[in-house]
């Protein structure tokens, strides 16, 4: 204590230190400054040290004493005039009050809230311009670019579509492949075309085996050869090797390799094609001595090629019509296919023969490929109709029609697998349906369709029609949304009669479900479409299939608000649910219907009253589940508080499960805080009204269930001591609840990993005891929150900014609450500021911008408190404040100078410490606000302030806004 008479203030840096009374204050040499900002530093220095160590005793001689505040009559001068507002500022303003900005032509951002009724005004300027240029003609017909470009990003898909092992199995007709090639050691003028066709040489059925990478890299080097051979030309040699390539597509020995090769295959015959194209065109625009003869148009005749040029192009028919073997003539004529056009105005013509000579393969997989290729070829021809493409589908029906009915029967190399070969023909129906389909109108698809045998007329289509059930699913894909929206129900009836082994029949339900829903509005007779669909989905048994029908439709029932056939579907879901097996994909297809659902309803009520629905969440499991629980957990507190007691039963049930489900130890932050914010934000929101009671053994249950969260640990917290208050608020004078929830507050609360956390949840829980008069629970729970500062630790040695500031806060927050504190004059009514600073003091992370701000809050604290009345008080009675309890004792106001001029001699030695020159000025202006804000000013104070000023002014520029507001407020010039 410090009274007149003696004075003992026994502490170094903040720190307690034992000696003998003393009647001087023993204070810290400061730290010797390396580099003193000017001489008028130093000077301050030794004027403080003068000033404050050899007068200690007399203070209020030297004039130091605290400022009296009317803090009542500062907040009137400083509040800005109010007037009430006569309208709302975010609404309309007056016609006279409108900015048209848009007249100035100005590429200037428009504010909407300033245009007449909310309505903003769009310039028609930039759409002007984009219609103009949207009326650009487009080509009808796609660039032979962009053809390539297609063709290269679907084989790209082909080859990674059918995982291949790596190694393959290869008859006796590819076993050249791996053999090297002697094609220079003969002469061309030796062989003959006769001599390509040896039936001997395949008579074999042996099986070789060979890795994949050596047949690919074999590929590569005959496309080499064939190239080498062609440049010298060798084109016999070119011709012969390309046959031997188009003879590797006759293997389907290793049906998955069978893609992958049919790429690398063509690859080549493209390659040949291009070389056969420009030879010829070469021939047709220079002779044989190089003479320029013309230049070829792209639109070219057959009238505009000379002779030569027709007899080379005639010549390679003849030469590719030669090789016994139909496969690798149709490959070999379809790779010049385009070089007709020397010879035919109409090449296209020919393609219905290939189609045809396509049925003489016997193998379903290479004949399906050849179709492809058919297709591919076709497609660079300058214009070509959709016969042939009609042909191709028609065929391949046909071969699927005796797969699905042999079903595992199939001869061949196919024996068992016939499954896995309707896999791999379907590219190639996908490619030749989407070039069938493309760019049709509703007439024309309505034709298209009856040509596929998918309807007897243009009125009556899809009536007791049927078709292949992979060769409809790409032809749901491809048709017109528009077609498919007014034609709905009736395809629901091919897809019924239509069911094969081809293609689960449920996809194409979900497929055209799916499709619909992109147009819900413009789908026709859709209660007649939902009613069929419930029925269809009824005759399955399999989860699988019932929950992708369902998903697929479920948006169609709630856009035309056909809720009760949810309660059917979910009927449907459960009694399945509980006889099938739940795999990965029932869980895909249960997640996606539930977030329908939780989309769908406007809140958590409705949506339990769904039937089964807790039943078929509870079936769910893994990720899935997760999603769905954070889903439902979002939708319940979305709308405000939640006080259903089942829905809290429901929804504490699905935490539990997300809490369970998710591993908060192995996951990433940033994963862990969004389950782990929706549950504490859910706990949170729970509302008991008046069963106070009720509700804090709901935070207890919840401190058990989910323990290892610490965020929902501070939301107990904080939802313990609104209970608290609330209670209060209620007039309930239960005092043992009060208690009972700062009880449950102190056990939580050390349950929380970071110190600066439990020392806000401390400062917290400390107002609310004093809101409710409880005087020694609040000391104790300010000691914890000293303590807790005490244990903070920065990481290796340093704060982030983050927690700089936070500390900064939550003292000054402490410094706040210690003003409705009541002292105690025998441990020191500044005991909790001088244990801080201790504490502060001992810290090696505590820098001058943190100490400055400390000890200029500490400093105000010790204002405030000699103030007479205080700033503010506790709100209970119970509570009585220091201007009360200390009124007229000398040695209360005495302590807390005394303390402060051991402060301020803290705040002069740290601002000279700071090496910053741009930092040490602020921290010196921040001092001297401090200074005039709580001491009167008199010469000795004032002395000290035109000090501090001196160096803020040699740190920062003359013009600082804060250097001049200070001179300001001192009236300083």
């Given amino acids: 204590m410090i009274d007149d008479d003696d004075t003992e203030l026994k502490m170094v840096g903040g720190q307690r230190k034992s000696g003998k009374r003393s009647k001087s204050l023993s204070v810290q040499r400061p730290v010797t400054i390396q580099n003193p900002a000017s001489e008028e530093s130093r000077n301050l220095r030794d004027y403080v040290y003068t000033l404050f160590l050899s007068r200690i005793r007399n203070l209020k001689s030297m004039g130091l004493e605290f400022r009296r505040r009317d803090y009542r009559a500062e907040e009137q001068s400083h509040s800005l005039p109010r007037v009430p507002a006569k309208s709302h500022p975010l609404s309309a303003p007056p016609p006279f009050l409108q900015v048209n900005v848009l007249d100035d032509r100005k590429d200037d951002f428009f504010d909407p809230l300033r245009s007449m009724n909310g309505k903003m005004e769009v310039s028609t300027t930039g759409l002007q311009h984009e219609e103009i240029n949207s009326d650009e003609t487009v080509p009808n017909e796609i660039s032979a670019q962009s053809q390539e470009k297609e063709w290269n990003s679907f084989t790209k898909i082909l080859m990674q579509r059918v995982p291949v092992s790596k190694t393959i199995s290869i008859s006796v007709v590819s076993s050249t492949v791996v053999k090297g090639s002697k094609a220079n050691e003969t002469s061309s003028k030796d062989l003959h075309l006769e001599e390509l066709d040896d039936p001997q040489k395949f008579a074999e059925e042996d099986v070789k085996v060979i890795s994949q990478r050596e047949y690919v890299s074999r590929l590569l080097e005959l496309k080499d050869e064939i190239k080498l051979a062609w440049y010298a030309d060798d084109r016999v040699t070119s011709l012969r090797l390309s046959i031997k390539v188009a003879r590797l597509l006759m293997d389907t020995t290793t049906i998955q390799f069978y893609p992958t090769l049919f790429v690398l295959a063509t690859d080549i015959m493209d390659m040949l094609g291009d070389l056969v194209w420009n030879r010829i065109k070469q021939k047709a625009e220079f002779t044989e001595d190089g003479r320029f003869i013309c230049s070829l148009p792209d639109n070219f005749k057959v009238g505009d090629i000379c002779f030569d040029a027709k007899e080379t192009c005639n010549n390679w028919f003849c030469k590719i019509g030669s090789v016994r073997e139909l496969l690798p003539r149709i490959y070999l004529e379809l790779s010049i296919l385009h070089c007709r056009r020397f010879l035919l105005d109409h090449p296209m013509d020919s393609l219905q023969r290939l189609v045809m000579m396509i049925r003489g393969i016997a193998d379903p997989l290479a004949s399906a490929y050849c179709r492809l290729y058919l297709v591919r070829c076709a497609q660079r021809l300058p214009q070509h109709d959709t016969g042939y493409l009609i042909g191709c589908i028609n065929d391949l029906k046909v071969q699927l029609l005796r797969l699905t009915s042999a079903r595992e029967s199939t001869p ?34 309505r034709n298209m369709l009856v040509a596929l045998g998918m309807g007897r007329n243009q009125s009556d289509s899809f009536q007791n029609c049927s078709c292949i059930s992979i060769i409809l699913h790409h032809i749901l894909k491809e048709l017109h949304l528009g077609f498919l929206c007014s034609n709905a129900f009736e395809m629901l009836h091919l897809i019924e009669c239509t069911d094969d082994f081809s293609f689960d029949q449920c996809l194409n339900y979900k497929l055209l479900g799916f499709r619909l829903c992109e147009r819900i509005p413009e789908v026709s007779k859709v209660d007649l479409v939902v009613d069929k669909i419930v029925q269809v989905m009824s005759r399955y048994n399999s989860l699988d299939a019932y929950l992708k029908v369902a998903d697929a439709f479920l948006d169609i029932i709630f856009e035309n608000q056909f809720d009760p056939y949810l309660n059917v579907i979910l009927d449907g879901i459960f009694q399945r649910a509980r006889e099938d097996e739940i795999g990965e994909n029932e869980l895909a297809s249960l997640q996606s219907i539930f977030l329908k659902l939780i989309s769908h309803f ?30 439902i957990l979002s939708m319940a507190t979305r709308n405000g508080c939640v006080r259903d007691p089942t829905v809290i039963e429901v929804l504490f049930e699905v935490s539990q499960a997300l809490s369970d489900g998710v591993d908060f130890l192995n996951l990433r932050k940033d994963d862990y805080q969004h389950p782990a ?192 009345p205080l700033p503010y008080h506790a709100s209970s009675r119970e509570v009585m404040g220091n201007d009360h309890l200390f009124f007229g004792v000398p040695a209360y106001s005495q302590e807390l100078l005394s303390f402060s001029v051991v402060i301020l001699q803290k705040i002069v030695n740290t601002v000279l410490e700071e090496p910053s020159m741009a930092v040490r000025g602020k921290l010196a202006l921040e001092a001297c606000n401090c200074i005039a804000s709580s001491f009167t000013m008199s010469n000795e104070m004032l002395a000290v302030s035109s000090k501090l000023v001196e160096i803020a002014k040699s740190c920062l520029s003359a013009d600082d806004k804060y250097l001049r507001r200070t001179l300001k407020f001192l009236h300083i010039e």
């Fill in 602 to 631: 406007a809140n958590i009520e409705n949506l339990l009253a769904l039937n089964h629905f807790i039943d078929i969440l509870d079936v769910m499991y893994g990720s899935s589940r997760n999603t769905i629980n954070v889903h």
């Fill in 677 to 868: 914010h929706l549950i504490s934000r859910f706990v949170y929101m729970v509302d008991y009204g008046p069963e106070v009671e009720h509700h804090l053994t709901f935070l207890t249950e919840c401190r058990a269930a989910f323990g290892s969260m610490s965020e929902l640990q501070e939301t107990l917290v904080h939802s313990s001591n609104n209970l608290a208050v609330k209670a209060m608020r209620y007039g309930n004078n239960n005092i043992s609840f009060i208690k009972s929830c700062l009880a449950f507050n102190e056990v939580t609360i050390p349950s929380i990993h970071t110190h600066l956390r439990q020392l806000n949840l401390y400062l917290e829980t400390a107002e609310v005891a004093l809101l409710g008069g409880f005087v020694s629970h609040s000391d104790m729970l300010i000691d914890a929150a000293v303590n807790c500062l005490r244990n903070v630790e920065p990481v290796d040695g340093f704060l982030v900014p983050g927690d700089v500031d936070g500390i900064i806060s939550l003292i000054s927050k402490l410094c706040g609450i210690m003003v409705m504190v009541p002292g105690n004059l025998e441990q020191g009514v500044a005991s909790i500021p001088k244990l801080v600073m201790s504490i502060l003091d001992s810290q090696s992370w505590m820098f001058p911008r943190m100490k400055i701000k400390v000890s200029c809050t500490i400093i105000s604290l010790s204002s405030a408190l000699t103030q007479n």
């Fill in 412 to 445: 061949g190399n196919f024996s068992g697998n016939s499954k896995l070969l309707v896999s791999l023909i379907e590219p190639t129906i996908e490619y030749i349906i989407i070039c069938l389909f493309k760019d049709l109108n509703q007439m024309e698809i």
